[in-house]
């Protein structure tokens, strides 16, 4: 079965309005949750990482929740820019690789 | 600037024809990683390799082989053997626990068969 979950798989927002994406995954040793932006025709992109000792992480418009009880974690952009407009994927820690989930189209509409 | 760098960015392949798809990394970093690209399937691990003369299949491996005969080089041969090789392909590269730390990915190759 899928180890880690994404959702919604497309996600078109307003500019300047907020985004928000998803992820579950099944493995509760999971200890380390990265998002990745992957901008059209090229490679993945680290953006945030966030360690399971920690609940809430920042990066300017960027942050990342984890809720390790219901095994989730969600990446919100806040502010939203026309560059911004990407696939985002997230990945957790399983089994000493880090597994992917299918990623996440955002459309920011001008 | 360190970085990890695939190439050639795009390559057409006649059907029945092996190719071998480049990715090198000047990161120091021991463990290198294949992912396969497709709409919609998101990344899918074709080999990986944690340490020089030493790989490991992943989730997809039939129809591709690897080696890793240098710390900086991961060549990845897409065979005749592999029947819907059109593709994205993705290098990535990570330290040792690449898994507690993240990956870097290389800007990918762009296999189509023609």
């Known amino acids: 079965g899928e180890n880690v979950e994404q959702h919604p798989s497309t996600l078109s927002v307003q500019e300047g309005d907020s985004a928000v994406i998803k992820c579950t995954y099944s493995d509760s040793a999971s200890n380390y949750f990265p998002w990745y932006k992957q901008e059209l025709g090229k490679g993945p992109q680290l953006i945030i990482d966030?360690?399971?000792?920690?609940g809430e992480k920042k990066d300017q418009r960027i942050a990342v929740t984890l809720n390790k009880t219901a095994k989730h974690f969600s990446l919100h952009i806040t502010e939203t820019q026309p560059e911004d407009s990407a696939v985002y994927f997230c990945a957790a820690s399983i089994n000493n690789r880090l597994a992917f989930g299918k990623g996440n189209q955002v459309v920011v509409i001008p | 600037d360190g970085g990890i760098t695939q190439s050639p960015k795009y390559l057409f392949r006649k059907e029945g024809q092996n190719v071998t798809l480049s990715c090198e990394q000047n990161l120091n970093h021991d463990a290198m990683y294949w992912y396969r690209q497709d709409p919609g399937q998101g990344l899918r691990l074709i080999y990986y390799s944690q340490i020089v003369n030493d790989f490991q299949k992943g989730d997809i491996a039939e129809g591709y082989s690897v080696s890793r005969e240098k710390k900086e080089s991961f060549p990845l041969t897409v065979t005749s053997a592999q029947k819907n090789p059109t593709a994205f392909y993705l290098c990535?590269?990570?330290?040792?626990?690449?898994?507690?730390?993240?990956?870097?990915f290389g800007s990918g190759t762009r296999l189509t068969v023609v």
């Open positions: 990535a590269s990570s330290t040792p626990g690449g898994y507690n730390y993240g990956y870097t």
């Open positions: 966030i360690r399971s000792n920690v």
